[in-house]
């Protein structure tokens, strides 16, 4: 028997006036997971999420069966652990995203990228992923920073794009941090960090944005017409606590398949194995696909991962969205459906939730998700689709998000 867990982070979403009042899974040609929903279990997830940091993995941490409260300490410790980068059980690792600052234009300034001096209220967030900056280029400027500010204490470490980490030794976890997507737009003044080791972190941003305005390469960008990473934005901290193996306690074997360097640590910190990276690279879904059903032929379990490509995400097109989620539907969640037939008995549960915030707009809920055990007879669901209203509507009670990884392995379930 294999096993499968389908995560689409991000694609539930809020009906749309472009779309005629449907949500993009609504507007969606999805005919894959709509034969998830139709020939399976269709309903809500639920999950105790009140007074739960927010941020990338939560809902990953939850769907494998760990309790958020006690587990979930913050996107930063998944994305040290996929990056080996070594942190000792009392560091802090924080996320460290290159983002734009602006002048606000209402301060009196004409808004100009060069007319900010330090890091206050006159200041707007302009872009929180420096204009989709590439990896190559923000590892230049993630070096740069860390040849001036790394120390014994604080040490800058290059990933991927806009993401990147700090890792503080010995450091203090507590302090309030904000997304930077929350603040796109707006002053930052109210959303520096506060509390318990602000004062560090305020001085970290700040000579970060002293190293980064002038610097050549992002001399070169504005040049370009392209927006300059003239900030690190330091968030989403956590220590990274020991975690109880998943595969000892399930007695199994699996593995993460994700392009994700927080799923593929979460993976890791679960005691599961991880695709390379490198492996995924560039890769496009049909790939992702094939390496998931290689993985299956090794392991009794793959917990599959895919987000829209950030263009999207972080976009308003909502068009492009919709095209992103037939694209999920038909390059990666076909195949890979395909594939598991071939393979045998299994079980898969596809799920579905709203994602990081983006455009300044929280999520709401853990998502819904679509079940079926190949072992059992198909469900009565004809005409019914994989969307937010179809789960909403579903007569099946809401199920324990926490519960549902012993439910996939369960004898007989």
């Known amino acids: 028997m294999k ?17 005629g009042g449907r949500t993009p899974l609504q507007a969606a040609s999805t005919p894959h997971l709509d034969r998830l929903a139709q020939g399976g279990e269709l309903g809500l997830l639920a999950a105790a999420l009140e007074n739960v940091r927010q941020g990338s993995g939560l809902m990953g941490t939850t769907i494998l069966g760990y309790d958020p409260k006690k587990y979930y300490q913050g996107p930063g410790p998944f994305e040290a652990a996929s990056l080996g980068v070594a942190v000792g059980e009392h560091d802090v690792v924080y996320r460290c995203t290159m ?40 590892r230049e400027l993630i070096e740069a920073v860390n040849e001036q500010l790394g120390s014994e204490m604080i040490q800058f470490y290059p990933g991927l794009g806009h993401r990147h980490l700090m890792v503080w030794v010995n450091g203090k976890s507590r302090a309030v941090c904000t997304d930077p997507q929350l603040l796109v737009g707006r002053p930052i003044a109210d959303a520096l960090p506060t509390g318990d080791g602000s004062d560090i972190l305020w001085e970290l941003m700040d000579a970060s944005f002293q190293i980064l305005r002038d610097h050549p390469l992002n001399d070169e960008r504005r040049e370009a017409g392209q927006k300059p990473a003239n900030c690190l934005w330091l968030w989403g901290q956590g220590r990274a606590i020991l975690w109880p193996s998943l595969s000892e306690r399930l007695k199994m074997s699996g593995v993460v398949v994700s392009q994700s360097d927080v799923h593929r640590g979460l993976g890791i910190m679960a005691g ?7 492996r995924l690279a560039g890769a496009d879904l049909r790939a992702q696909a094939a390496v998931a ?21 972080y976009g308003s097109d909502v068009a492009a969205k919709v095209k992103g989620i037939e694209t999920v539907d038909r390059e990666l969640v076909g195949p890979l459906l395909e594939g ?11 799920f579905c939730d709203s994602g990081n915030v983006h455009q300044g707009q929280a999520a709401e809920g853990p998502g819904f998700f679509a079940y079926r055990d190949s072992a059992a007879a198909p469900a009565v669901g004809a005409g019914r689709r994989f969307t937010e209203a179809d789960a909403r509507a579903s007569t099946v009670p809401p199920r324990d998000a926490t519960k549902f990884v012993v439910r996939l392995f369960a004898k007989g379930s």
């Open 272 to 278: 599961l194995g991880a695709v390379d990276g490198a």
């Open 340 to 350: 598991l037939a071939k393979l045998g008995s299994h079980r898969i549960v596809a």
């Open 293 to 313: 059903l290689e993985e299956l032929k090794k392991n009794d379990f793959a917990y599959v991962h895919v987000e829209l490509p950030d263009e999207v995400v």
């Open 3 to 19: 096993h499968v867990i389908l995560h689409a982070d991000g694609m539930a979403d809020h009906p749309k006036q472009e779309l």
């Open 99 to 138: 983002v734009t600052l602006r002048a606000d234009a209402q301060s009196g300034s004409k808004g100009g990228l060069n007319e900010i001096k330090k890091l206050g209220p006159h200041v707007v967030m302009d872009d929180a992923t420096a204009g989709l900056i590439s990896t190559e280029e923000a």
